[in-house]
DNA sequence: CTGAATTTTCAGACATTTCTGAAAATACAA
DNA sequence: TTGTATTTTCAGAAATGTCTGAAAATTCAG
């Protein structure tokens, strides 16, 4: 591999954990390089740096794409095609997250759904189909949740993922003003509890 | 494999995207075998249910243990083993995310605190380092906010995600309580914080 | 202790995934 | 069009992962 000291500890990294991120080493190696490049890089820039064959990287690049995890940019007079990855950050822990729902979280919640019209033929049936519809609020739950904060700018998201646990005594803020006797919506902080 | 139609859909769903979520299909299998059982189940159980080896289940058992996502249970005056599913599936949940935590993004932050100390020795080596240390920020920001969130009880969790992004309101909410005129911090609901 | 019931380990068979080099396809300048 | 640069495909080699049966280890009643 020839890439800096600090660059190749990191592209190993990825690569380690390549296979537990359901991506395979080479194809972690390859987004590790894009991240940390200074410019976007062809095909060959990668084979260079890995020391691993064109094709491989080839086909890396084809995964990566399928995971929308790469932009290209193509150079006026140059027949290559040059990838990096997105400039910001955020952007790409949204992209990942969406993806890897898609394909870990959204066709089981779509089995369940199927499996929770089926009407039930014994008691271990229907004992199976009360698991599953608890399994099935559930993902409904976070999943729902998820739609909705993705749709907050990074702004909001930062606020939001600050404030911690701290979240909770907004909450109750928020509770006591509406709780409020003499009818709802009455904004005097202090009575209520 | 000998489950009722019903399961048995459920079990193979289990095993098919066993790959994705990084265990083995066997694994899944007898993940989701134990899920919607309605008793506690010994290895033996496993192996009429799959049609798989005595040594695979073993080897499966003790990989979901390793993921604690087991509980056992032994009857008296017998000997075998029984397992079981914990019943609160926001438990299970939570031990997940904490195990896929453990497995997947902790090593990774630990690589990045490691790498963010050396010094760079080249221009290149420094905007790496830029970039790692982007990456480092966010996850820390996400696994703090995940370390609060997971104080929460499961009340408090439902309340949170329930909310979705409505809660954008309640923090503008908050926000216009604290920035009325006439100085910070006056419209507070209780006067000593 | 012995011996039966049960679980675990592990070498090798089998299966799947990853990687390569060579060939085919594509893109485009001249 | 031809020729060259570049990318993609794909068959098979190499590497890795999974599964089994047999043997070893463990557990516990008697």
Not at 29 to 36: E, K, P, R
Not at 60 to 86: I, M, Y
Not at 147 to 157: C, F, G, N, P, S
Request: aromatic share 6%; glycine share 6%; net charge neutral.
């Amino acid at each position: 591999m020839s890439v800096p000291p600090l660059c190749e500890a990191f592209v190993l990294h990825f690569g380690e954990m390549g296979s537990r991120w359901g991506i395979n080493r080479t194809v972690g190696q390859i987004y590790a390089v894009l991240f940390i490049a200074e410019r976007p890089l062809c095909a060959d820039d990668i084979v260079d740096r890995l020391n691993i064959s064109r094709s491989n990287v080839s086909m890396g690049l084809k995964e990566l794409q399928s995971w929308n995890l790469l932009r290209q940019r193509s150079v006026p007079g140059d027949r290559r095609e040059f990838f990096h990855t997105p400039d910001d950050i955020y952007a790409i822990v949204r992209t990942l997250v969406d993806e890897r729902k898609k394909r870990e979280i959204d066709p089981t919640l779509s089995v369940l759904r199927e499996l929770l019209m089926r009407s039930p033929e014994s008691e271990s049936e229907r004992h199976a189909q009360g698991r599953m519809r608890e399994m099935h609020d559930l993902i409904e739950l976070l999943t729902g949740w998820y739609a909705e904060v993705q749709k907050l700018e990074t702004e909001r998201l930062i606020q939001l993922l600050s404030l911690g646990s701290r979240i909770v005594k907004v909450l109750d803020m928020k509770d006591r003003l509406f709780a409020l006797p003499g009818g709802k919506r009455n904004a005097q902080p202090e009575k209520g509890t």
